[in-house]
Structure formats: C-alpha cells, structure tokens
C-alpha cells in the first residue's frame, strides 16, 4: 500500500515565550535563516520602532527600513529599497499593517519573512495573504507564508488591549466560518479540507473555552499559537475559507460602506461570527460566544462600535457582494431589511442588551 503525504507549506520558526524577541538574531542564526545576519528590517514609526533599540544589538548587521503605513504603495516602496541589498531575510517587527507591507515587499523581492507582531490583533501574523489599502479600498493579495514567526510575550502583553481583544474576535470567528464551510459542503458540494479545518476549528474553540484574560500568559500563549495555527490552515486550503465566513463578509462590509468608521477586524469579526451562529439557528452557541466576547471586552452589538442597527442591517445586507462565490448562511438565507430586522431583534434578545 502506498504512503500518501502532502507537503503543507510553514513556519520554520514558531517561538512563542516571554523574551523571544531578545534572542531573535540567534535563533535565525540556529535555524539557517540568516547565518551572516544581513537583514532588512521594516518597522513600524510606533511599536516597531520604540523596540529598535532592544532588537538591534541582536542583528548587528541588519538594515532598518521605517514603513510609512499599509498601504500597497507602502509596500512598493519598501520592496524598491530593499532590492539589490543581497539580504538573507526581511523582518517585519510591528503591528498588523507593517508585517502585511513586509510580506508583500518580501515576495516582491523574492525574500523569505520573519513576522515579529508587536500585537496580537488579527490571524495575519501567519496567513498566506498581505492585507493593504490602495486607491479602490482595500485589496487582499497572496504571498508565501513567513519563514518564522517570533512573538514575544512580554511585548504583546505591553500592546493597546485593544489590539490584544481584537484577536480573540478573529480567533473566536473561526468556529462560525467553519460551519458556513460545512454549509456550503451540504448545499453546493464544496469540498472541505478536513485538516484545514480541524487546525481552524481547533484554534477557534480553544480561545473560546479558555478562562483566562488578556492579562494571563498561559491565556496569550493559546491565543498567539491560535493566530498561527489560523494562517496555517489558510495555506493548508490554499485560500482563507478556514477562518472567513459570514464573520468575515459582515466585516468587510462595514469597511466598504463605512471607511472612515470601521472598527477594528476582529472586533467586526467577532460581532459578525455571533450574529451569523444566530442566523444559522445555532442560537446556544451564538448566546455563549457572545457571552465570551464581552467577557473579554468585545463587542456583541453595532451600538458598541459606533453603529446604529440601521447601519448594521445595511452591512448584513450588503455582506454577501463582498466576496462573490463564497457560500455561507448569508447567501443561504438571501435575508432582505426587514428579515434582519426581525432577527436582529430575536439576538438582541437572546444575548440579552
């Protein structure tokens, strides 16, 4: 009988810990990513760049790169002056915006990426996709996974909480765009990726049963390892249908009608995840995944992120034109105002205002 394998593209690197970002040059060193230590790199004008002083005894023959911003012509930029540098690696240390603006310019440039987040804000830190805006909104584009992913827990307990909270939302928001996935299996035939799956429903539940807070290490350690395992899985499918669903539709929405507005992605996520588990008749698990939000200072209401109910019906409604040919309980249900409306009011019930 023959043995079938399948190779499922990685980190290198994983080092999860309180202190990892001080042994950040050796532990590139050890794993071959960058022997001689010539590497470019990009930093944020905030976090990233208050850490410089700690991380640059550690790569003493690094050059440093300040991004601007996120946007694709941040990104261009930075390729452009990293190319001809003959480096071993980029490193992208900062916030969401700068890793997703390294990646990019690290594939541009034909560059392996170490992803060192100064926060835990979303799934990116690890996913196959460079989030940017540029002159019509915002665009996803594909890129390779990083080479290593560093996350110091000593940092990330430092980060705005809110940052910190929003990668609950997306975390949590897995285990709603797993059974849109599901859905979409039973109704349309889509093949799932049991493995993609397992690994984002995994990482889903394991944030969403865990006791601990923002301000536990046990409770950081599950939910950075979460966010890697979520991008994981995305490479492991090959496109972000383990981690995005109606959640994910319902948050792209408010970012395309409400631009100068929207709130952060997980925080959209999570609010989009609980609502679609009610829409889909899950309404226990809808009334505890909700539950969990607040607990970590979330938001279970549009109210709670500067939306009036109106607004968030327009953004339910509108939801499914944000990714065409994707199937969750959205296009499913094919809801119109006034059903909203009327379900809204049974949620807002349910998890109770």
């Not at 603006?101 to 460079?130: E, I, Q, Y």
Request: net charge negative; charged share 20%.
């Amino acid at each position: 009988m023959p043995v079938l394998t399948r190779l499922i593209p990685s980190p290198v690197v994983v080092d999860i810990r309180a202190g990892a970002l001080d042994d950040l040059g050796g532990v590139l060193a050890d794993e071959r990513i960058s022997h001689s230590g010539k590497l470019a790199v990009a930093v944020s004008g905030g976090s990233g760049a208050r850490l410089r002083d700690r991380v640059a005894p550690s790569l003493p023959g690094a050059d440093w790169y300040e991004v601007g911003g996120g946007t694709l012509d941040d990104a261009i930029k930075l390729a452009g002056a990293m190319k001809g540098g003959h480096y071993d690696a980029v490193v992208g240390l900062g916030g969401g915006k700068i890793i997703d603006c390294a990646k990019f310019a690290a594939a541009r440039v034909g560059l392996p990426l170490v992803a060192v987040p100064t926060n835990l804000a979303h799934d990116g830190l690890c996913s196959p996709v460079a989030t940017l805006d540029n002159d019509a909104g915002r665009g996803s584009y594909g890129v390779p996974n990083p080479i290593a992913v560093v996350i110091d827990l000593d940092v990330i307990r430092a980060a705005p909480a809110r940052f910190v909270r929003a990668g609950i939302g997306d975390a949590v928001s897995n285990v709603s765009a797993i059974a849109d996935w599901e859905l979409a299996n039973r109704v349309k035939g889509e093949r799932i990726d049991g493995l993609a799956a397992a690994m984002a429903r995994q990482a889903g539940e394991a944030v969403l049963r865990h006791p601990g807070g923002i301000g536990d290490n046990e409770f950081l350690q599950v939910l950075a390892e979460a966010l890697v395992l979520s991008g994981i899985a995305m490479s492991v499918s090959g496109d972000s249908r383990p981690s995005s669903g109606a959640c994910h539709e319902i948050n792209h929405a408010f970012d395309l009608l409400f631009p100068e507005r929207a709130a952060a992605h997980g925080e959209q996520c999570g609010l989009g995840a609980a609502f679609a588990m009610y829409l889909r008749g899950a309404h226990e698990e809808s009334v505890h995944m909700a539950a969990v939000l607040r607990r970590h200072g979330l938001p279970v209401l549009p109210e709670e992120i500067g939306f009036t109910p109106e607004e968030f019906f327009q953004a339910v409604e509108y939801a499914p034109q944000t990714r065409p040919g994707r199937y969750t309980i959205l296009e499913h249900l094919d809801l119109k105002t006034d059903q909203i409306k009327d379900l809204y009011a049974d949620y807002v019930k349910a998890i109770g205002s």
